[in-house]
């Protein structure tokens, strides 16, 4: 089922071969693995409540969820839930996804620069700053915009979509929120030399560059590593929680990380605490906000309710709501009540420019009226 290909970029490392018919067995193998500590009895066996919507008074709704948080030593710190949970960081893998880039020698070969680093590691609200950087990323490599395999996706800043309706300008694939991903994908592709067309197979030398990247960094093997189609078509990994937290908390210290990978982490780091609009957008992005504190902190989000932190202690935090948080409400309560319960967050930090987030965020109808909120449950106010 397997076959073993030796990489381009770091040729010590061989991985396997996987292709997205594996996901469904590996899903249904994970299932029943009782013995290796991940989730027994399916995912909700995984999580706890955190967090609440009420109406009237009582609680009407229950997010559950699982977060991991690792020490400077990769010990994990402190968990609810199942610090070994095995799940999708969807967007919260990207910065780790661009390694292979930057140290395979992509920003001398290119010329990149730091803004163009953080919108490769990005979710990008398709504003102009947003596609202006990936196009310019494109001409850098000699790849037209035609070469995204991302697809055309409306811009997830609202003004930004306003803004082209008003235009009267349709989307494009430089829109779509994993255009900068896609970017840094295609001038992986160049680096290695290889073909651009079909650069989202898993078995294109670009992909499996990456994956023997995140193997190594984050020290899983293939029994660890499932493996299925984002929503933007590139391969997406499965990853125990307490792994992602590893993988920030070095790409918040990149000290900590072996030397390989040390110089790709710190300027993918410093790129996206430099640039966090470019990472998320103006307004409105958790990940985006938690950046602009100036704490030290890494952060990325990731969709279905995913969230990542890293801080230049060494620590790392990943926490993922177990529902995918469909109505956008639980995850950034969730989220800075997590860092603030971690003390890398102050009271200030949450009255002031996370306010939108958290503790509580009030519910309302379509009239305006208050009917009820949002709050941490008891596992994030340390009950």
């Known amino acids: 089922m397997s076959t073993f290909v030796r990489g381009r970029c770091w040729p010590t ?4 071969r996987m292709t997205g018919a ?43 969820g699982a977060i991991a948080v690792v020490d400077a030593q990769r010990g994990v710190k402190w968990s609810v839930g ?32 730091p803004d163009e680093l953080a919108v ?15 196009l310019g990323i494109l001409q850098k490599i000699d790849a037209p915009p035609s070469a995204l395999a991302c697809g055309v996706g409306t811009p997830l ?4 979509a306003a803004e082209l309706m008003r235009a009267g300008s349709a989307a494009t ?3 779509n929120n994993c255009s900068g991903k896609h970017a840094g994908m295609l001038a992986l592709a160049r680096l290695l030399e290889a073909p651009l ?72 780091g410093s790129a996206m605490r430099r ?50 948080d469909p109505g956008a409400r639980a995850r950034g309560v969730a989220t800075v009540m997590a860092v603030r319960r971690m003390d890398w967050i102050d009271d200030t930090d949450l009255a002031g420019r996370l306010s939108a987030f958290g503790p509580r965020q009030p519910i309302r109808n379509l009239a305006g009226r208050h009917t009820g909120e949002v709050r941490p449950a008891a596992a994030l106010l340390g009950g």
Do not use: N
């Open 197 to 268: 067309e079909r650069y989202i197979d898993p078995d294109h030398p670009a992909q499996i560059a990456i994956r023997e990247c995140l193997m190594d960094l984050l020290q899983v093997d293939a029994a660890e590593l499932g493996v299925g189609i984002d929503g933007c078509s590139a391969p997406a990994y499965a990853l125990p929680l307490r792994k992602m937290a590893r993988g920030f908390a070095m790409l918040g210290d990149p000290p900590a990380a072996s030397e390989r990978w040390r110089a790709g982490l710190e300027a993918i």
């Open 82 to 113: 199942h610090a070994s949970l095995m799940t999708f960081p969807r967007s919260s893998l990207k910065p780790l996804q661009l390694l292979a880039l930057v140290a395979g020698g992509g920003i001398e070969r290119f010329g990149l620069q």
């Open 120 to 134: 490769m590691a990005g979710s990008h609200g398709g504003e102009p700053m947003h596609v202006d950087r990936v």
């Open 173 to 175: 694939v430089l829109h």
């Open 13 to 16: 490392i061989r991985i396997v």
């Open 275 to 324: 640039h966090p609009e470019l990472v998320g957008g103006s307004h409105g992005r958790v990940d985006t906000e938690l950046m602009r504190l100036g704490r030290g902190l890494v952060a990325k989000s990731g969709a279905e309710g995913y969230f990542c932190v890293g801080r230049a202690d060494g620590s790392g935090l990943a926490l993922k709501i177990l529902d995918g």
């Open 157 to 160: 800043d609202s003004a930004a």
């Open 22 to 64: 594996h996901l469904c067995a590996w899903t249904r193998s994970v299932a029943g693995r009782a013995s290796t500590g991940r989730v027994e009895a399916g995912m909700w066996a995984a999580g706890v409540p955190l967090v609440e919507t009420t109406r009237g008074g009582c609680v009407e709704s229950v997010h559950y």
